[in-house]
C-alpha cells in the first residue's frame, strides 16, 4: 500500500491548513491511520490517529483542539484539519498505516513521502 500526501504549504500564524493522505489500496476494517512530524533537528513525532472502521481517534496534547483527523472511506484518504497554525507546528508531515491503533502510533508499517507544512509569525 502506498501512502501519498499533499496540502502543506505556507500560511500564517493563526491560519488554517488541510493535508490529505490518499492511499493506493483498500485500507481493511481494524486498520488504522494516523499523522507524524518532524521538524529540523527534532525527532519524528506523533500527531494524530484514526481507526478506519471505528473512527475512533487520538491526538498529541500539543494538537488537541486545533487539529481534526478524519477520512473517507469511499476514497481511502485520510485527512488532517489544521486550525490556529503556530510557528512551532512547522515541520514535514508524514502519514503512516498500521495494523491497529496501537501500532500505527509506535511502529507502523507504511509511510508516506511527507509534505512540508510551514508556519510563518
Known amino acids: 500500500v502506498q501512502l501519498v500526501e499533499s496540502g502543506g504549504g505556507l500560511v500564517q500564524a493563526g491560519g488554517s491548513l488541510s493535508l490529505s493522505c490518499a492511499t493506493s489500496?483498500?485500507?481493511?476494517?481494524?486498520?488504522?491511520m494516523g499523522w507524524f512530524r518532524q521538524a529540523p533537528g527534532k525527532e519524528r513525532e506523533f500527531v494524530a490517529a484514526?481507526?478506519?472502521?471505528?473512527?475512533?481517534?487520538v491526538y498529541a496534547d500539543s494538537v488537541k483542539g486545533r487539529f481534526t483527523i478524519s477520512r473517507e472511506n469511499a476514497k481511502n484518504t485520510m485527512y488532517l484539519q489544521m486550525n490556529s497554525l503556530k510557528p512551532e507546528d512547522t515541520a514535514v508531515y508524514y502519514c503512516?498505516?498500521?495494523?491497529?491503533?496501537?501500532?500505527?502510533?509506535?511502529?507502523?508499517?507504511?509511510w508516506g513521502q511527507g509534505t512540508q507544512v510551514t508556519v510563518s509569525s
Open positions: 503512516a498505516l498500521g495494523r491497529n491503533m496501537l501500532e500505527v502510533r509506535t511502529t507502523p508499517s507504511n
Open positions: 484514526i481507526h478506519w472502521s471505528t473512527t475512533s481517534t
Open positions: 489500496g483498500r485500507t481493511f476494517g481494524s486498520s488504522a
